[in-house]
């Protein structure tokens, strides 16, 4: 045995080099698989401000009301994250090219297909869980390939979806391999905006190339058709939905107002003696004008020999009955807009609960609305500004928010208070041309220049 002290110091560093080379290897086996834990951590976090911001959308600029400081700190996180991913993947690529991530042992996890996160787990074998992270990090990626291939580009469009086949009402988002194709026509639709600001080359030249390299794709074909279906699909949601809006809140005004609230009211009112004709003076005093000109015309049809001549009991009992007629008229009449202010609540309720319930289905209307509107040509765009401008803020419009007001004051048993519907009249409009302006200057000029071009000359 030898007690050498030189020994046992080159023993332990023999082992502390051991053990440090032990650590080291480790924790480069680790280095894959550590990688794509990062990278698929940075693409959960993407995910997640896609649904809490953007409605599941991708993140996009002047999308949502959200400030401009607001909009550059989503985009610094987007490209920060973005980054995360790219480094990681990178890594992953080179280091898993030198370990066998295949014939390591097997690993307690299992994902489940409809669960969108992959940390809820029970047995698999690690190949299939690697697999599932990349497809997940390639589904978020093939959302923002565009803007990473021009950086300058702003996101204006949608996130590429699809209708799902077995059920219409639900939009889903598309498989990678639909995803990859939809972004390239995307990509397209991208450089066609760019060129269009740039102007380096005539804008039917480059039209005319990208439709030859459009033929000349193998795939052209089925992204056509893909195209269309998922066209056809969502003009159909949109369609049945915006039906649906209309539908369920004026039956569900009606069956309140005839089944509901209708009976009730009617027990209270008219079926009892001592109840209140009138509901305001203004109501009161309709009903003197009409009971004066219906004795007035009596008295006049007898002057002027077109009736018998009567005397003043029958005169006086023509008027008694014509009173009662008119009480009778104004009780239901009264009724009837007691009967309104419930109906209209409960439709106006249905009609909030249609639009809380089916937020895809708004998305969906939303796409759909963007596309026929930006699809219209600048002349047509101008007419329907023009037309909605003067209409609600024009030069006549205060003459036609008065017939509303007054109109909506007799729906419900309200007196039409004049300083109101003037004061209304004052501001509201204004307001309204306010956005009007706003909306042209800060959206339909950045989408369509040559269509606020063709308003303004319209408009002069």
Same mark, same amino acid.
């Given at each position: 045995?030898?007690?050498?002290?030189?020994?046992?110091?080159?023993?332990?560093?023999?082992?502390?080099?051991?053990?440090?080379?032990?650590?080291?290897?480790?924790?480069?086996?680790?280095?894959?698989?550590?990688?794509?834990?990062?990278?698929?951590?940075?693409?959960?976090?993407?995910?997640?401000?896609?649904?809490?911001?953007?409605?599941?959308?991708?993140?996009?600029?002047?999308?949502?009301?959200?400030?401009?400081?607001?909009?550059?700190?989503?985009?610094?996180?987007?490209?920060?994250?973005?980054?995360?991913?790219?480094?990681?993947?990178?890594?992953?690529?080179?280091?898993?090219?030198?370990?066998?991530?295949?014939?390591?042992?097997?690993?307690?996890?299992?994902?489940?297909?409809?669960?969108?996160?992959?940390?809820?787990?029970?047995?698999?074998?690690?190949?299939?869980?690697?697999?599932?992270?990349?497809?997940?990090?390639?589904?978020?990626?093939?959302?923002?390939?565009?803007?990473?291939?021009?950086?300058?580009?702003?996101?204006?469009?949608?996130?590429?979806?699809?209708?799902?086949?077995?059920?219409?009402?639900?939009?889903?988002?598309?498989?990678?391999?639909?995803?990859?194709?939809?972004?390239?026509?995307?990509?397209?639709?991208?450089?066609?905006?760019?060129?269009?600001?740039?102007?380096?080359?005539?804008?039917?030249?480059?039209?005319?190339?990208?439709?030859?390299?459009?033929?000349?794709?193998?795939?052209?074909?089925?992204?056509?058709?893909?195209?269309?279906?998922?066209?056809?699909?969502?003009?159909?949601?949109?369609?049945?939905?915006?039906?649906?809006?209309?539908?369920?809140?004026?039956?569900?005004?009606?069956?309140?107002?005839?089944?509901?609230?209708?009976?009730?009211?009617?027990?209270?009112?008219?079926?009892?003696?001592?109840?209140?004709?009138?509901?305001?003076?203004?109501?009161?005093?309709?009903?003197?004008?009409?009971?004066?000109?219906?004795?007035?015309? %009596?008295?006049?049809?007898?002057?002027? @020999?077109?009736?018998? #001549?009567?005397?003043? $009991?029958? =005169? !006086?009992?023509? /008027?008694?009955?014509?009173?009662?007629?008119?009480?009778?008229?104004?009780?239901?009449?009264?009724?009837?807009?007691?009967?309104?202010?419930?109906?209209?609540?409960?439709?106006?309720?249905?009609?909030?609960?249609?639009?809380?319930?089916?937020?895809?289905?708004?998305?969906?209307?939303?796409?759909?609305?963007?596309?026929?509107?930006?699809?219209?040509?600048?002349?047509?765009?101008?007419?329907?500004?023009? %037309?909605?401008?003067?209409?609600?803020? @024009?030069?006549?419009? #205060?003459?036609?928010? $008065?017939? =509303? !007001?007054?109109? /909506?004051?007799?729906?419900?048993?309200?007196?039409?208070?004049?300083?109101?519907?003037?004061?209304?009249?004052?501001?509201?409009?204004?307001?309204?041309?306010?956005?009007?302006?706003?909306?042209?200057?800060?959206?339909?000029?950045?989408?369509?220049?040559?269509?606020?071009?063709?308003?303004?000359?319209?408009?002069?």
């Amino acid at each position: 045995m030898s007690n050498n002290p030189d020994s046992a110091m080159k023993n332990s560093a023999l082992a502390s080099l051991k053990g440090y080379f032990r650590n080291a290897n480790r924790w480069w086996l680790k280095t894959p698989e550590r990688a794509l834990n990062e990278a698929y951590e940075a693409a959960l976090a993407i995910k997640s401000l896609e649904d809490a911001h953007f409605d599941g959308n991708r993140i996009a600029a002047n999308t949502g009301n959200y400030s401009r400081s607001a909009e550059t700190y989503f985009q610094s996180e987007l490209k920060k994250y973005l980054d995360i991913i790219k480094i990681r993947l990178a890594e992953f690529k080179t280091s898993s090219s030198i370990i066998r991530l295949s014939n390591q042992s097997i690993t307690e996890v299992q994902l489940e297909d409809n669960n969108n996160d992959l940390r809820s787990i029970s047995v698999i074998d690690r190949p299939g869980l690697i697999l599932k992270k990349l497809r997940f990090i390639d589904d978020v990626l093939a959302r923002y390939e565009t803007r990473e291939t021009n950086p300058g580009s702003v996101l204006v469009v949608s996130e590429p979806k699809q209708i799902s086949p077995t059920n219409p009402q639900a939009v889903v988002v598309e498989p990678s391999d639909n995803s990859r194709r939809k972004n390239k026509t995307q990509g397209r639709a991208d450089m066609k905006s760019l060129t269009d600001k740039t102007g380096v080359l005539p804008r039917s030249i480059l039209e005319t190339v990208d439709r030859i390299k459009r033929d000349l794709d193998p795939e052209a074909e089925q992204e056509i058709v893909q195209e269309f279906r998922s066209s056809r699909s969502r003009t159909n949601v949109a369609l049945r939905f915006v039906l649906l809006l209309v539908i369920i809140p004026l039956l569900t005004q009606q069956v309140t107002k005839n089944f509901v609230v209708g009976p009730i009211v009617d027990h209270y009112r008219i079926n009892k003696e001592q109840v209140a004709i009138f509901l305001n003076t203004e109501m009161e005093e309709e009903a003197l004008t009409e009971l004066q000109r219906y004795q007035e015309r %009596l008295r006049f049809e007898t002057l002027i @020999g077109q009736a018998e #001549p009567r005397s003043e $009991e029958e =005169i !006086l009992d023509l /008027v008694r009955e014509k009173a009662d007629e008119i009480k009778q008229e104004y009780i239901n009449e009264g009724s009837d807009a007691i009967k309104n202010i419930f109906a209209d609540l409960a439709g106006f309720a249905a009609f909030a609960i249609v639009l809380f319930t089916s937020r895809r289905e708004v998305q969906v209307l939303k796409t759909f609305m963007d596309q026929l509107v930006y699809g219209l040509s600048d002349s047509a765009k101008a007419f329907i500004i023009i %037309l909605f401008t003067d209409i609600f803020v @024009g030069f006549h419009s #205060p003459h036609g928010w $008065e017939v =509303i !007001l007054e109109g /909506v004051s007799k729906h419900f048993g309200l007196p039409a208070n004049r300083d109101f519907i003037f004061l209304f009249i004052a501001t509201f409009p204004v307001i309204l041309d306010t956005i009007f302006k706003y909306w042209i200057f800060r959206y339909l000029n950045r989408v369509s220049p040559s269509a606020v071009a063709t308003y303004r000359n319209m408009n002069e």
